[in-house]
C-alpha cells in the first residue's frame, strides 16, 4: 500500500507553506473533479482555486504541524494545526480535522472541519473563505 500519509505533508509544504501561488503545483496534487465540504460549505475545484489565491492575498506566512494521522487504503485523516500570520501582522492558529481522498496519485475529495484556537475572530473562517 502506497504511503498518502507522506503525499498529504508534501502537498501542504509545497502548496501552503511556501509562499506564492502556483497553479501548476496545485493541479498536480488536486484533481479537477476535486470537492471539498468545509465548515458547511461547499468548494468545487474552481472554487477551491480561488480559496487558495485568497490565502496566498491574506497570509504572510503558515506552518502546519500534524498531531496525528492515519491512513486506510486511499483515504488519510488528519488532526492537524495551521499557525499563521496575517499580511496585516495578526497571529492565529486553527485545528483543522480532515478526510482526504486519494484517486490516482491526486486528491479527490476532502471533508473537514475547522476550529479557530487563537487569533482575530474576523479570519475565522480563513478555511473556507474563498
Avoid: W
Avoid at 59 to 65: C, G, P, R
Avoid at 99 to 124: A, M, V, W
Wanted: hydrophobic share 35%.
Amino acid at each position: 500500500m502506497k504511503d498518502y500519509k507522506k503525499l498529504i505533508q508534501e502537498i501542504f509544504q509545497n502548496i501552503f507553506e511556501k509562499p506564492g501561488y502556483d497553479e501548476t503545483i496545485v493541479k498536480r496534487y488536486f484533481s479537477t473533479d476535486y470537492v471539498q465540504y468545509v465548515d458547511g460549505k461547499t468548494l468545487h475545484f474552481n472554487e477551491f482555486i480561488k480559496h487558495i489565491k485568497v490565502l496566498k492575498e491574506a497570509i504572510a506566512s503558515m506552518t502546519l504541524v500534524f498531531d496525528s494521522m492515519a491512513q486506510d487504503n486511499d483515504i488519510v485523516f488528519t488532526n492537524h494545526r495551521v499557525k499563521a500570520t496575517t499580511k496585516e501582522g495578526n497571529t492565529g492558529e486553527v485545528q483543522v480535522i480532515a478526510e482526504f481522498h486519494i484517486q490516482d496519485g491526486q486528491i479527490n475529495y476532502c471533508n473537514e472541519l475547522t476550529r479557530q484556537i487563537s487569533g482575530d475572530p474576523k479570519d475565522s473562517d480563513l478555511g473556507s473563505r474563498h
